[in-house]
């Protein structure tokens, strides 16, 4: 007896998932305010306003000529 190459095509799976990534609540990343600057930012990342992670400056921004 013949059998099924796949339960599901790729656009299904595709259109399924990027629906999962969607869903309120669990999957959306929290954001907290950095410890330097105040600037709202995702865990776990470099701040994109001073450029800060985990208290160090890792990123330099460049300053605004005045």
Not at 29 to 58: F, L
């Amino acid at each position: 007896m013949a059998l099924q190459k796949r339960r599901r095509g790729p656009s299904l799976t595709r259109h399924q998932r990027s629906a999962w990534s969607k869903k309120s609540g669990e999957n959306r990343p929290t954001v907290q305010a950095c410890k330097s600057c105040g600037a709202p930012r995702v865990p776990h990342r470099i701040c994109m306003a001073c450029g800060t992670y985990g208290g160090e400056t890792v990123v330099a921004k460049k300053q605004a000529a005045e």
